[in-house]
């Protein structure tokens, strides 16, 4: 039986649960071995998330080159949005007095705002795919990757940075990301945290995890205030981000830390090194409460989210899907490929056979080819929308097959599958690496 756990909801009178968060089925093995991986349902005032989810990100209010109702119809059953660039434009007075973020950008279903923390690693330190460090040759507080410069500086009282639009000079605090979050209403906010990065010292991610921790307070009390001030909106659910980047102790403290205070659930963010992802989700999971969900940001490789969810992730989201199928990258089965290389020109077949999104069930490799080559947008489009189903697809097949009992098939099946080809790469047949 389903075990449903109402989630506080605060209004007018302070008293209306309106949210639940309800678990479904455990994950285990034919041995009966549990895990902490399970089924849910976020019940949000825009509708329902079925959990484990994959939540495609609108950076800007819009995933590039795709409909609202493109989104839909793939199965996209929310969309994240970013708090940092919506501040710069068109500014987030602009999305409240449109209705909020769903309102604004046509989509009536849930929708996500996360904190800016990993836009803080990106100005700061200028490194965009922190998965991708090598944590064991360099330790420095000081770190910047190569050609970039620092806009962004980060003290105990929040973070001052550069805007990439126009040079100008701005300041987030945590209780600025409450009060611009709380403007672009969406349903789920995250708690504004500092990312920090794998190559930092020891040291520095000690005191980093002090300074979320006591942002994250500070989000807590802003977030409370302006429920109240703002009770004419729906609820938005405040969760909490737990960092501590490699190490065990900083992160089962970190979890430890927020499951204090009153989340209505967590991310899990920050320096991650690869190989060790399910370790170190696993970690934060044993200690965080089993009822409340877990969202691990910024992940969307297809291997990795049969590796979160069996450690116990609920929710994931990434750019990655939509930011490769710009340049023409398309995942498939047997790993990704480059949809622009030569032997595609006189291909006629889809994308990908077993697929029912839209982009295969009505063009061929041959005609996204030649879109590509003549720089036509349209390419963007319909390469979204094949990765981005696919990602969703393989979600909701993960999600299944818990339930039924067969997820440890299923990740053998597909991981056996997708990684065996992911670094094939000849003249021939150029399944694409990581």
């Given at each position: 039986m389903a075990k449903q756990i109402l989630v506080r909801a605060v209004c007018l009178?302070?008293?209306?649960?309106?949210?639940?968060?309800?678990?479904?089925?455990?994950?285990a093995d034919h041995s009966?071995?549990?895990?902490?991986?399970?089924?849910?349902?976020?019940?949000?005032?825009?509708?329902?998330?079925?959990?484990?989810?994959?939540i495609p990100v609108g950076t800007l209010a819009t995933v590039k080159a795709v409909l609202p109702e493109s989104m839909d119809d793939l199965g996209a059953q929310a969309?994240?949005?970013?708090?940092?660039?919506?501040?710069?434009?068109?500014?987030?007075?602009?999305?409240?007095?449109?209705?909020?973020?769903?309102?604004f950008m046509n989509w009536s279903g849930p929708t996500f705002t996360d904190s800016g923390g990993f836009q803080v690693l990106s100005l700061g330190v200028g490194f965009k795919k922190i998965l991708a460090m090598d944590s064991k040759t360099v330790r420095s507080d000081e770190v910047m990757a190569p050609g970039k410069d620092r806009m962004a500086h980060v003290d105990d009282d929040g973070v001052t940075f550069k805007s990439h639009i126009d040079g100008s000079m701005h300041r987030f605090t945590p209780e600025i990301s409450m009060q611009v979050q709380h403007q672009l209403g969406a349903d789920i906010i995250f708690a504004f945290d500092e990312c920090t990065t794998l190559m930092n010292t020891r040291e520095y991610q000690?005191?980093?995890l002090e300074r979320t921790f006591a942002w994250a307070k500070r989000c807590v009390t802003e977030h409370e205030r302006l429920t109240l001030e703002r009770s004419h909106r729906p609820y938005q659910e405040l969760w909490g981000v737990v960092q501590g980047a490699q190490y065990e102790d900083l992160r089962r403290l970190a979890a430890q830390q927020m499951a204090s205070l009153d989340?209505?659930?967590?991310?899990?963010?920050?320096?991650?090194?690869?190989?060790?992802?399910?370790?170190?989700?696993?970690?934060?999971?044993?200690?965080?409460?089993?009822?409340?969900?877990?969202?691990?940001?910024?992940?969307?490789?297809?291997?990795?989210?049969?590796?979160?969810?069996?450690?116990?992730?609920?929710?994931?989201?990434?750019?990655?899907?939509?930011?490769?199928?710009?340049?023409?990258?398309?995942?498939h089965p047997d790993g990704r490929f480059h949809v622009t290389n030569a032997p595609y020109k006189r291909d006629f077949g889809p994308i990908d056979d077993e697929c029912d999104c839209y982009t295969c069930l009505n063009y061929t490799r041959a005609y996204l080819h030649h879109l590509f080559k003549a720089h036509e947008r349209l390419s963007a489009t319909l390469t979204t929308i094949h990765n981005e189903r696919f990602i969703v697809?393989?979600?909701?097949?993960?999600?299944?097959s818990i339930p039924a009992g067969e997820f440890f098939e299923f990740k053998a099946e597909f991981m056996g599958r997708f990684a065996a080809n992911r670094n094939r790469n000849t003249s021939h047949d150029d399944i694409a690496s990581e």
């Open positions: 009178n302070d008293e209306v649960t309106k949210q639940t968060f309800t678990i479904g089925a455990r994950l009966q071995t549990t895990f902490l991986g399970r089924t849910g349902t976020i019940s949000t005032p825009h509708g329902q998330i079925q959990t484990p989810a994959f969309l994240l949005a970013n708090a940092y660039h919506l501040y710069l434009q068109p500014g987030p007075d602009v999305v409240d007095e449109a209705g909020g973020l769903g309102e000690e005191r980093s989340f209505d659930g967590f991310g899990i963010g920050g320096a991650l090194e690869k190989d060790a992802l399910g370790t170190i989700v696993n970690w934060v999971c044993e200690e965080l409460p089993e009822n409340k969900p877990r969202h691990l940001l910024g992940i969307g490789d297809p291997i990795d989210f049969f590796i979160a969810v069996e450690a116990g992730a609920d929710t994931f989201d990434c750019v990655a899907p939509s930011r490769i199928a710009r340049n023409g990258t398309v995942l697809r393989l979600m909701d097949r993960i999600r299944a």
